[in-house]
Every structure is written in structure tokens, then in C-alpha cells.
């Protein structure tokens, strides 16, 4: 971009596809697009397998001030667009993200997740972590290990006897205040009274079942990872990068989840566009590229990527 590039496909950025990014497939380690196997070449940097939810209904999720903000049992980004196709209003009006207090059950989950919160501040105003909440009814139930290496310890799984203690536990590089025990203290009190009226008033989670009430207490990462990249940097069919003029930048290529306006993603389109951008750049003569060298970007998967964690991808 210092050099007048032009960015793409920034709109699909947003895109929430299926429900990966709501009901990400483990919790309790970092990197938790999957649940990763001990046998795999790089578990030592990924220290923790993570565990899969069977039932919403066992727990909540809460965002870094310690407050509920969606229906944790609701499906993906369909749920939002047939609500909203049956009052006739249009599904991103009713899932912009605003306020915290704006967030309701017709949000897609994504939005709900990253609305800002009291804990957001600038330059980022970042929405920050999500945490799973649950107690040791909920651990049996689902049948969980809730030990090493099922779990990451060092910032993204705690263990308390009371709630209070367990806000307090909570020490993650993303969480940008320390979490007060009251307010966590208050939200399960909150969700509890809805078990026993058996309607939740705040986020419509159909008939809450499973009081959180049982010690120990944990609270285990569950933040949405990046799933695909979508944005990127303009190109032409050449793998050219283009500038905000839409003239080729010379000696420039782009190619990968790199290059924006793709929705396919993965090996096949880094090894085809790299392709594409190398044998074209072997045509180019010195005179052509003169003192600016080829550049040839490749981005592959940003597996399991926190999304707290994830900057632009050029």
C-alpha cells in the first residue's frame, strides 16, 4: 500500500460461511480451528488439543468484561437472514454491530462477538477474547479432560473454586483489562435465574437447562479464529498488483490468500496463482524490471489464527 497498491474484496472479509466461525471446533487452546492430534509435527507449538462442545446448553460465553452477548446454542448466519426475511428488513441492518447494549438474538454471531465493549479502547477498539464459562456438572456431562494436554494453561484455561477467583485467574495477552469478578459473578447469577424461569430474557436461548452453580468453575478460550482471508491485495489476471488507479504496479505480483477478491482459498490457489505470477515475471527482462525485484507473495491457510491476533494479510 506505501507504494499504491490497491486493496480488494474487503467486503468479504465479514463473510460468515456455515457455522465454523460461530461454533469454532475446539475450545481451551489457542489455535482452534481443530482439534489437534498428539501425533502431529507441530503440537509442541500448539500445546494443547482443545476439546468439542456436544451441547450448548452446558455452558456460556462471555465476552473479556465477563458479560453475555449472544445465544450460544443459535446456528449460523442463516438464523439471522430468515429472521430477518420474515419481517422483510434486510439481514446486515439488523446485524450492524453498534453498541453492546444494541447486541440482540437477530445478530449473526460474528458481529455480536466482535461488537465493541466497555473494555474497548483505542487505537483498536478491540472487542477482545471470548470466554467459555462452565462448572464441573458441565465437565461430566460433556464428558471433558479439563487437564494438560487436552488444555493450554499458561492463558487460555483456568480453574477456580468460586467465580470470583476464576475472573481474577484470567491473565490472556489479549484480554485487555482483568476481568471483575462481580460482573462475571453477576452474569452467571443472571443466566442461572433464567434456568429457573426457563426463558432466557436477555439473548432467547430456548429453555436453559444446566445451572452454572457447581465447583470448580473454568473458563476456556473460545474466541472465532479466521477462518478464510477474502481481503487482499488488487490483481489482474496475470497476478499483477494494481494501483488505486488500476494500472499494473511493474515487477509486482501477488499470489495466495494474499491477493484480495478470492473466495477459494487454500494450497490449490497459492500453487495455481503462484504459477500464473512466476511465469509471467520469467518473461520480464531486466530492462522491464529495472531496480525494483520481483515480488512474489504467497500467504497459505491461517489455520486457527486467534481472531485477536489477525492483521492484514499483506
Known amino acids: 500500500m506505501a507504494i499504491g497498491a490497491s486493496l480488494w474484496g474487503l467486503a468479504n472479509q465479514t463473510l460468515e460461511n456455515g457455522a465454523t466461525m460461530r461454533t469454532q471446533r475446539a475450545?481451551?487452546?489457542?489455535?482452534?480451528?481443530?482439534?489437534?492430534?498428539?501425533?502431529?509435527?507441530?503440537?509442541?507449538?500448539?500445546?494443547?488439543?482443545?476439546?468439542?462442545?456436544?451441547?450448548?446448553?452446558?455452558?456460556?460465553?462471555?465476552?473479556?468484561?465477563?458479560?453475555?452477548?449472544?445465544?450460544?446454542?443459535?446456528?449460523?448466519?442463516?438464523?439471522?437472514?430468515?429472521?430477518?426475511?420474515?419481517?422483510?428488513?434486510?439481514?446486515?441492518?439488523?446485524?450492524?454491530?453498534?453498541?453492546?447494549?444494541?447486541?440482540?438474538?437477530?445478530?449473526?454471531f460474528t458481529h455480536a462477538a466482535l461488537a465493541m465493549n466497555e473494555y474497548s479502547e483505542p487505537p483498536d477498539y478491540c472487542a477482545g477474547p471470548l470466554w467459555a464459562i462452565f462448572d464441573a456438572d458441565a465437565v461430566e456431562r460433556e464428558g471433558w479432560k479439563v487437564v494438560p494436554p487436552s488444555v493450554d494453561p499458561d492463558g487460555y484455561f483456568f480453574a477456580a473454586n468460586t467465580l470470583e477467583e476464576l475472573a481474577t485467574a484470567i491473565k490472556n495477552e489479549y484480554q485487555a483489562k482483568p476481568m471483575q469478578g462481580a460482573t462475571l459473578q453477576a452474569t452467571v447469577e443472571r443466566y442461572n435465574s433464567f434456568v429457573d424461569a426457563g426463558e432466557d430474557k436477555d439473548f432467547g436461548k430456548p429453555a436453559p437447562k444446566h445451572k452454572i452453580q457447581t465447583p470448580p468453575f473454568y473458563a476456556a478460550w473460545g474466541t472465532p479464529v479466521v477462518h478464510d482471508t477474502r481481503a487482499g491485495l488488487r490483481i489482474n489476471a496475470k497476478c499483477q498488483v494494481i494501483d488505486m488507479s488500476g494500472k499494473v504496479i511493474p515487477g509486482l505480483y501477488c499470489a495466495g490468500e494474499s491477493a484480495g477478491g478470492f473466495n477459494q482459498h487454500g494450497m490449490g490457489r497459492c500453487a495455481t496463482q503462484g504459477f500464473i505470477a512466476g511465469t509471467d515475471a520469467a518473461k520480464l527482462s531486466p530492462a522491464q524490471v529495472g531496480a525494483t525485484p520481483v515480488v512474489a507473495l504467497s500467504e497459505g491457510r491461517h489455520w486457527g489464527v486467534p481472531l485477536q491476533t489477525e492483521r492484514s494479510m499483506t
Open 27 to 108: 475450545l481451551a487452546t489457542k489455535y482452534n480451528y481443530t482439534t489437534w492430534k498428539l501425533e502431529s509435527p507441530i503440537f509442541p507449538l500448539v500445546r494443547a488439543t482443545g476439546f468439542n462442545v456436544k451441547d450448548w446448553q452446558d455452558l456460556i460465553l462471555v465476552n473479556q468484561v465477563g458479560k453475555r452477548f449472544y445465544d450460544e446454542t443459535k446456528g449460523d448466519v442463516r438464523t439471522a437472514i430468515s429472521a430477518a426475511k420474515s419481517r422483510r428488513v434486510c439481514p446486515m441492518i439488523i446485524a450492524m454491530p453498534r453498541t453492546f447494549s444494541s447486541i440482540r438474538q437477530n445478530t449473526i
